[in-house]
């Protein structure tokens, strides 16, 4: 079992920024991909930004040129760092983790979120 810690959300002005982060303890073995996705209210939930372990990464294009994604594997943390955040940027930000587990399968961790809010 894995628990996932998210932190660095809150309440920023258009334009502001704000880093994420996302600590991961318990049985960390065998750790792929790590994540961010989003999802805001009446809107389905949505891929923003994932990491291989070997820092392959990818980027809704909504976001592109303005998050980066990274990860410290020795500290199981991934980050996002969010500039130029814009209001349709608000909503409930969840990690995402997946560990290989027996037979072949690939098992997906989530947070509990953490909320970021971008006034306009």
């Known amino acids: 079992q894995v628990q996932l810690v998210e932190s660095g959300g809150g309440l920023v002005q258009a334009g502001g920024s704000l880093r994420l982060s996302c600590a991961a303890s318990?049985?960390?073995?065998?750790?792929?991909?790590m994540g961010w996705y989003r999802q805001a209210p009446g809107k389905q939930r949505e891929l923003v930004a994932v990491i291989t372990r070997g820092g392959i990464t990818n980027y809704a294009d909504s976001v592109k040129g303005r998050f980066t994604i990274s990860r410290d594997n020795a500290k199981n943390t991934v980050y996002l760092q969010m500039n130029s955040l814009k209001p349709e940027d608000t909503a409930v930000y969840s990690c995402?983790?997946?560990?290989?587990?027996?037979?072949?399968?690939?098992?997906?961790?989530w947070g509990q979120g953490t909320q970021v809010t971008v006034s306009s």
């Open positions: 995402n983790v997946k560990q290989n587990r027996a037979y072949g399968y690939e098992f997906d961790y």
């Open positions: 318990g049985s960390i073995f065998a750790i792929n991909a």
